[in-house]
T-cell receptor, first 111, second 112 residues
């Protein structure tokens, strides 16, 4: 069945460091791919998405490219801020209704 | 403001006492879904609905019921809660799943 695997955390970075959180997916066909962010005590917020191969999703300085050949959707940001501290979830959706989430990666950015 | 509203935010109950967590969205979305979030397991889908009176099981439906009598509401019902249903629950809605879901703020349920 479909699944999403993302790198385990926690990840701790200094402010202005480069961030990569790896995500790979398993699916029959070509799912839509998403990154969600969860700040402490809040629900999940859609950060970015890509619906087909080679699409690049971007938002708030974060980027991820849909790589069909490596079945990956890695999240990157060139310079993280303390306010980026949160848990990040990668997700896939093939049928549009059933979502498959990774286990989440906790990011802490220190000043 | 476009949002998904869940109630209550926090709930402590005893084993076997029926409870309902309400979920309402004001975006006229067709799709709605319930998830539970547990440490180390991420989010797992409990039930989803594509339209009024259309519901289907997700990955972990055992012990839960849902109904979709109106487009805006999608309550989650635990007929006989057990301690292994202690979790953080999220309701979500979407115009189309391919565009991603809007999540509620969550309901933290503790069953003792």
């Amino acid at each position: 069945g479909d699944s999403v695997t993302q790198m385990e955390g926690p990840v701790t970075l200094s402010e202005e460091a480069f961030l990569t959180i790896n995500c790979t997916y398993t699916a029959t066909g070509y799912p839509s791919l998403f990154w969600y962010v969860q700040y402490p005590g809040e629900g999940l917020q859609l950060l970015l998405k890509a619906t087909k191969a080679d699409d690049k999703g971007s938002n708030k300085g974060f980027e991820a490219t849909y790589r069909k050949e490596t079945t990956s959707f890695h999240l990157e940001k060139g310079s993280v801020q303390v306010s980026d501290s949160a848990v990040y979830f990668c997700a896939s959706s093939r049928a549009g209704n059933q979502f498959y989430f990774g286990t989440g990666t906790s990011l802490t950015v220190i000043p | 403001e476009a949002q998904v509203t869940q109630n209550p935010r926090y709930l402590i109950t005893v084993t076997g006492k029926k409870l309902t967590v309400t979920c309402s969205q004001n975006m006229n979305h067709e799709y709605m879904s319930w998830y539970r979030q547990d440490p180390g397991l991420g989010l797992r889908q409990i039930y989803y609905s594509m339209n009024v009176e259309v519901t289907d099981k997700g990955d972990v439906p055992e012990g839960y019921k849902v109904s979709r009598k109106e487009k805006r509401n999608f309550p989650l019902i635990l007929e006989s809660p057990s301690p292994n249903q202690t979790s953080l629950y999220f309701c979500a809605s979407s115009f189309s799943g391919a565009y991603g879901y809007t999540f509620g703020s969550g309901t933290r349920l503790t069953v003792v």
